[in-house]
């Protein structure tokens, strides 16, 4: 899995650290991609060298990382339920995201 991480783009690296703190904080609870956003945009506001990426662009990356299995749909999915509110479990422990991002190349330090 790591090596699937380390050839991720910086973007979704984000998402996959902001996936993995909203983990840590609700106790490996699902999440969606509303959630993740949430995440996401907060690191920006308090890095000022990360630039904001459109909505359209971030969902793009996080269906890519749901086509990568890094998170995974939890039951069925549902018409019903937009894209952006279905629940989702995070599949990569703390350890692969650490070592992950320890071998990233040219990952920003922020």
Not at 11 to 35: R, S, W
Not at 67 to 82: C, D, F, M, N, Y
């Amino acid at each position: 899995m790591v090596d699937v991480l380390t050839g991720l783009s910086v973007l979704e690296i984000c998402l996959v650290i902001a996936m993995k703190h909203q983990t840590e904080i609700y106790d490996g609870d699902p999440l969606n991609f509303e959630m993740v956003l949430q995440r996401y945009l907060k690191f920006v506001s308090q890095n000022s060298s990360a630039e904001t990426v459109q909505r359209p662009v971030l969902l793009k990356a996080f269906e890519h990382l749901k086509s990568l299995e890094i998170i995974t749909p939890i039951g069925k999915t549902h018409r019903e339920i937009q894209k952006e509110y279905q629940l989702h479990r995070f599949l990569v422990t703390s350890d692969q995201v650490n070592e992950a991002v320890k071998k990233f190349p040219g990952l920003p330090t922020d």
